[in-house]
Structures are given as structure tokens and as C-alpha cells.
């Protein structure tokens, strides 16, 4: 691991010792904020995984019911039926912090209370199978708001535990090994001119006595 371009000296080394110290204390805060985002990410992926089979199923059974009501009434008709809807529906989207994420929160609103403004049509004029599929489709409408909500959640999730994935590695393998040999370089350093300063003081007090004692 390459060696900090710094001055080795005790100030420095001060310096050194409380940039490492606080490194490690990020390096364990970002490792408990990635363990915290995968278990959280993981709880998000269970929910997805769950409720794709649910839309998936729905969707099908809708269009199941849309089919049989195509076969018993003409395109035309069907048009015609479904051309002015009388419900309506809106989304508010509001954001939701998960561990500095910032992801979706939807929240549905309909127009009206009543069940039955799903149905833009007269019965009389239509089959009980267009009934069951506006009704399908209805149902899956929610689920499918709310599936999407949770597919850019896990998008959000996973950018942010790969951003935070790579903090932690650049910590681990590279800040925190250079502060430690660094460290260890500039303790050697001052440990050698130590040496070599008491080498020096030895020396001066042999000349000092050396020459005392000459001119004794």
C-alpha cells in the first residue's frame, strides 16, 4: 500500500491518527447502513416478487373477462360502452426516507365513493361478462399503482446500496490502509531521528568530556 505524500512529523502524525480514527467509525457506520438497506431491500424484493404473481394473476382473469365480453358483443357496442367513463382516478406522489433513500409513496384517490362509477354503461344494453371485466380491471388497478411503486423502490434501493457498497470498499482497502502505513511510516521516521538525535547528544557529551579532561 503506497504511503501518504506527507511530512513526517508529530503534528502530522496527530493529524494521521484522528483522520484514521474517524474512517473507522465511518467504515462501521456505512457497513451498518448497507447490512440495514439489504435487509430492507430484501423485504422489498419478497413484497415484489409476491405481488407481480398477484397483478399478473389479475390481469389475466381481466382479460379473460374482457375476451368472453368481445364475443358477446360487437366492437362497436363496446366502444360505445366504454367511451365516457364516469369514475376517475388520481395519484398524489409523495416521497417516503428509508436510510437516505428517498423513494415513491402513491396514494391513490378516486373521484367518487361509489362503487357501482366504475361502470360507464347501462346493463340493459350490455353483457354481464363487460361488467366482469371493468370489474377486473378495476380491482388491478391499485395493485398495479402499487407494484410500481415498489419496482422504483428497489431501483432507488439497489443504486444506493451499490453507492454505499463502494464507500465502504474505497474505506477498507484503500483509505484506511494508506492512514495505517502512513502512520506506521512517519513512526518509524520519528523513531529513527530520535535514534539519531540521542546518537548525537552522546557524541557531543564524549567531546565535552573528552575535552574537560584534556584540559585538565
Known sequence: MAV???NPTRMELTNLKRKLTTARRGHKLLKDKRDELMRRFLDLVRENKRLRIEVEDQIRSANVAMEAARSAMSDKALDVALMLPTQEMSLDVTEANIMSVLIPVFDVKLRTANENDIYSYGFAQTPGELDDAVRAFSNAMPNLLKLAELEKSCQLMASEIE???????????????????????ITMKLDENERSTTTRLMKVKDMMLAQTHNYK
Open 163 to 185: 453507492k454505499t457498497r463502494r464507500r465502504v470498499n474505497a474505506l477498507e482497502h484503500v483509505m484506511i490502509p494508506q492512514y495505517e502505513e502512513t502512520i506506521r511510516y
Open 4 to 6: 501518504l505524500n506527507v
